[in-house]
């Protein structure tokens, strides 16, 4: 016992000559949190290591993922759709951890070292906008997740760094230059505004009086003396504590201190308007609050050459303000400029947080979102890309998760417990990866939390870099200037991303074109992913709560014989998507549905097929385009169908926008012909349906129901 | 005189022991045991304050309620901020004045709408202001504490529509069965039910008599007996809803069992049949099982029990913001809001019968300022008059942690009793008489939306329109398009010699940075202002070079609108110019209706001295 724990202290004392030549010391430092307590050193160091470095890993952690559950991302989201919805959730959510971790490969002990940082991250309004307040979304089970994993909500809060995004930073140095313009014109109209302004009150007058009084006074001690000692300011200080002299950029000045606003105002009405000579200014004092001063100046012009002074001065200052509220944004600009490679795990939605956060809006596709995303980082590469589309690493993943953790255990740790089995991954050699917190350096660390974003990062750069090394990837000629990225063996899958993993669409960064996963492996391409055919899908929304999909496809079957669609989704409980297998059905049923709306107290449409679908009479049907429009809209219900019905979507009577020809023929041919083979249908459907023993039950209650009404 | 002054040292007391005075802090851990504490205190005290914590209050300064709202409008911006933002801490306050003593029971619940029950519910997601967060933060809110043990809740509504889900324990006789005949299949369920059952039965009761350990044991794993509680049962498997429906038809017969189907295990997997050994025994355990129903309940409800004590008590509820708490109430542990003011009135106060809203109470006393703060407030009124009261904590704190949380409920407390003593309204309600309020109270009671609060019922009408004037609607227009960083007094200056419609007495308020109200004083000239607005044809340079500089005018039905609607803007000139490009669109028959609407709004008016 004794002697474990000497072991122990020898090793603590030993540790920091260890560190200096690398040798293996297990460890339980934390890694390097950064809060806005000691952002600025965890800046500079950072700058330095990021500069060498040969790739930077990079996770987030967010406040929500979905606004609403329907905003999920589905298979049967076309990629367009997709990126509405990513967008919308970086708009909504905030960033509440920033993780980001250099890696730098030591040819001299062959290992990468690893910095991880784990920078807390608050959106707190800094500088005064345009009264509208900060505002960010928080999805309950997000935060329930956070909690579990020990997430420091109070340290996020109270210390995280807050952030001014490139186009927040322009649009209030804009504003400072307006208000600025502002106010030269104002010193025209100065004049004007002081001679309107009436003193109204008794005690208001009686005040301005005694200033008028007390000002006057200096300022003729002032011009007696020359020098002013005590005895000329001697009642002055009489008459008021609150006043006190001082320079002001080698004038005479008279600082006033402890007034009420109300009294402050008047103090510069007196002044403008009893002495040409004196200037009333607003200077910043020591502690960053706004000193007032009564300014002697020598002439009128010098007044007018000192305002402006002390205008400029005070831009200066908010410009000052401003720039100090860039925050961690220096991080994502540091990112930038390097031009290093960025590593991140199924990193699309990070991407879009960090242009959202600390660049500016959102553009409005996403063609135009990667083509900017290029310009502020030239190559990204997502490990879980590269682990789904590699043959060799999509082999040794061998079909199984390819989470960050799980690929974390499979890669980068040594097997548990090496037993028979699997004798070969024992030996295989690894990538030793050495971290460095604080100048200490350990080549065993591992004592960072799940889901705490400088060790996700830290573990998607562990992934990256052994992938690197099993695609067979030399780190040794990495010396100073060469760079990972133009490897040959890495080139094809960089700036590849998952614009999500739910239906697998990956985005080419450098041509905005996204399509399903071609980057070649075969094992790791996920064939189960079901093909759409969007111009075929029809939108319900406002159906029976109770309506599982199996029923629609069955009332579908029915109505329309079977095989007349192909898949039918449900997006929540009040809305689904059904796909049509041929293009005409899409219109046909439209009529149809119109039909039944218009007489749903017609025996033929009780029995119909579609009733038990369309029997509240409020379900409303629309084409895949309405989706997207309501996609695009800011708000987020909980529903679906009450997001449509407060954007006001009706739905479609009729096929509008389907091409012209077939609409020509359908026109050609008349009303008749439309109407002939639906009610054929309804007359077939409806012998079907009796056939059916617990059909008939139902059907005969709502016959009832509606000769009843 | 002496004993004022003697009253007076007491509050300098108080006041300097009232960031000690503790305060009952409840997280999830010892939420049920405050449950059966609180129902007592409420019972046995004669009014309830109550104080939230919310994420955030408006997100732009015109989404703020201002004077120049009206109920409906305000109504608006209520709900949209309860439909918004969270509560996170939630004070309760119990108090009475005895012998002009107050005594209060402090409580402080936090609260995380965490998925305890549905996933989805309470709250899907909530919306955050970050100033808000951080000046909690700077109070020493603990966010920590609140999302990993803060108290989860459901309202009434979300309840309702959940119950459907979550099945009742014990199954009483069938019933349930549809009547279409039973299958072959069905009947040989049932009569090998019936079979099972019946052995098992046998198997029980003689059990004692055969004696023998190992055959017993044998038995019970056979038959897949065993115990519930310190009953024998027997488990039947089970596939579908229709099965279970038919086991309790089959097993009707039998008159000494309790049909039980295990909680935690979601779908239809099982059903345990639990014999009891006689009339009195089933009815025991048919209340046991009841009993553990209601404790899944209150898991469910959560925080909510506590709402529906103070509901169910009558009492009477002391708050600061009436209109805006209240929403907060409805919307989290009542039902979503309604889209009118009526419906919100009539569905609150059939919750809660006697509201009384302090800042109401202020009003009364003359206090127009904005008295936001409650400490402010609280401060004002000892500086101003010499009404003073004693405060007793009942609650001591046990545990050496001093919190600061929850503080403002005291504070409410405090200057409701303040505030009755100076208007002279006696608090001291005799026993049993908890039906009635005093006769004071109950004019000033329940005012939160009703437009009377504009138009007080008491003597203190004359203070009222001696400090105010009021404005008919119809004499508002709601100005934007006018340069950036212009003043009220700028912007009526411009505005004085732009045109003769402005010869006539009027004024101009800014109501965000964007956009100013102006005040016709005189009837019909805003009407005449609007035409030209519209026309175009002013036949001034002044105004026309105004126009053409992007000036825009709108009536108060716009700004209506805009607060009706979903799509709110930070700028509330942005939202009326798109309110007025939607209204160019609109049909005949829709601006007719709008019109009927102004009508109806002509008598609101509105008090300018809060302008």
Known sequence: MRNTYMVRVLTRAL????????????????????????????????????????????????????????????????????????KDSAHKFAVVQFGVCPFRWDQHSTSFVAHPHNFYVFPRQEIAGDGSSYEFLCQTSSLEFLAKYQFD??????????????????????????????????????????????????????????????????????????????????????????????????????????????????????TEKHFSDLAYVHVAGESSSRLPLIVYTDSAKDRDVLKGEVKACQRKAAEISIKSAIGFRHVIDLLSSERKLIVGHNCFLDLAHVYSKFIGPLPSTAEEFVSAVQTYFPSIVDTKVLLNSDDVLSHIMNKSSTSLSNAFNLLCLPPVAPTGTNNGSADIPRVKVDVQVDDQR?????????????????????????????????????????????????????????????????????TGKCGPDTLGSAIGRRRWLAK???????????????????????????????????????????????????????????????????????????????????????????????????????????????????????GEARLVQSSVDVDGEDSHEGEGEITMPTFRELQQSSASVTTRNFQTDRIMDSLCRSAAQ | MYFRRYLCSQTAAAHRRRYLRPVKQ??????????????????????????????????APWQKCLPIDTDETAYWKAKRAAERFQILQFSVCPFSVKASKLIANPYNFQLFPRHEVKAGMPSYGFLCQSSCLASMAQEGFDFNACIYNGISYMSRAQESAATVQTRSVLLNGGGLLSTSALSVADVIFSERIKTRVKNWMNGCNNQHKTGDYLISSLRKLVERSENYGSRPSLTIDVCSERQVQLTSEALKEFVNIVLVRPLAKAGVEAVQVVLTSSEEDKNLLVKEIQ??????????????????????????????????????????FLAPLPPTTNEFSSSLLSVFPH???????????????????????????????????????????????????GHSVMKVCQLFVKLCSILKISLEIPEGGHTQLPALLQCSSNMLCSSDVRDPCNDDVRIWTSKSRTVSLRNLVFLWGFRRGMSAQDLKDVLCNSHDVFSEEFDVKMVDRTCAIVVFWTPGVSKSFLGIMDSGECFSNKLENMILEGLKAADYETYRRVCKSDLWKPNLAECLAQATDETVVFSGAKMQQEKSVICRNNDEMINLDEL
Not at chain 1, 487 to 495: G, V
Not at chain 1, 563 to 582: K, Y
Request: with cysteine; hydrophobic share 40%.
């Open chain 1, 15 to 86: 540790q920091p000559v260890r560190s200096l030549c690398s040798a293996p010391s297990a460890a339980d430092v934390e890694l390097k949190n950064v809060t806005k307590a000691n952002f600025e050193p965890a800046l500079a160091e950072l700058r330095r290591h990021v500069r060498e470095a040969d790739f930077v890993a990079i996770d987030l952690e967010m406040t929500g993922i979905t606004s609403a559950p329907w905003r999920e991302i589905f298979e049967f989201d076309r990629p367009d759709i997709q990126y509405l919805k990513v």
């Open chain 1, 153 to 270: 909500f109070n340290t996020c809060i109270n210390e995280g760094i807050s952030y001014l995004s490139r186009s927040q930073e322009e649009e209030a140095l804009k504003c400072l230059d307006s208000i600025h313009k502002d106010e030269i014109l104002d010193v025209s109209s100065n004049l004007r505004n002081v001679s309107d302004t009436q003193l109204v009150r008794m005690a208001d007058i009686l005040f301005a009086e005694r200033m008028k009084n007390a000002v006057g006074e200096w300022r003729a001690g002032l011009l007696q003396g020359g020098s002013w000692g005590p005895e000329s300011q001697g009642s002055l200080n009489d008459v008021n504590q609150k006043f006190q002299t001082t320079f002001f950029q080698t004038r005479p000045a008279l600082a006033v201190n402890g007034l009420t606003s109300r009294q402050l105002k008047l103090i510069k009405l007196v």
């Open chain 1, 442 to 510: 350990f080549s065993n660390w591992n004592s960072g939390a799940k889901h705490e974003a400088g060790y996700d990062a830290f573990m998607t750069g562990c992934v990256f870099s052994e992938a690197c090394f099993r695609l067979g990837i030399d780190f040794n000629p990495l010396a100073p200037g060469s760079i990972l990225q133009h490897n040959e063996k890495l080139e094809k899958y960089i700036n590849y991303l998952y614009l999500s993993w739910a239906n697998g669409d990956i985005i080419d960064l450098k």
């Open chain 1, 532 to 650: 759409f055919t969007f111009s075929n899908m029809i939108l319900l929304w406002r159906l029976p709560t109770k309506l599982k999909a199996k029923d629609i496809r069955e009332c579908f079957y029915k109505a329309f014989g079977s095989g007349s669609i192909t898949s039918v989704h449900q997006m929540d409980e009040t809305a689904a998507f059904v796909q049509f297998s041929r293009a005409e059905l899409v219109s046909d049923f439209l009529e149809l549905k119109d039909r039944l709306d218009r007489d749903n107290n017609n025996p033929m449409s009780v029995v119909h097929p579609l009733s038990r679908i369309l029997e509240t009479g409020c379900v409303r049907a629309a084409t895949y385009e309405t989706y997207k429009e309501v996609c695009l809209s800011p708000l987020s219900e909980l529903l679906f169908a009450d997001q449509a019905e407060r954007l006001g979507m009706k």
């Open chain 2, 26 to 59: 409840v997280v999830k851990s010892n939420f049920s045991e405050t449950l059966a504490e609180i129902k007592e205190s409420i019972v046995s005290s004669d009014f309830v304050a109550v104080s939230l914590q919310k994420t955030g209050s408006y997100s």
């Open chain 2, 291 to 332: 009993g553990l129903e209601e404790e899944h309940r209150r898991l469910v409800s959560g925080f909510r029990e506590v709402i529906d004590l103070i509901s169910t008590s009558q009492r009477p509820v002391v708050v600061h913001n009436s209109l805006n708490d209240f929403a907060f109430i409805h919307e989290k």
């Open chain 2, 355 to 405: 509201i009384l809203d302090v800042n109401h109470l202020m009003k009364e006393l003359g206090l127009f300022d904005e008295m936001n703060n409650l400490s402010s407030a609280i401060s004002y009124l000892d500086s101003r008059f010499s009404a003073s009261i004693d405060m007793e904590v009942s609650y001591e704190e046990k545990t050496d942690c001093v919190d600061v949380h």
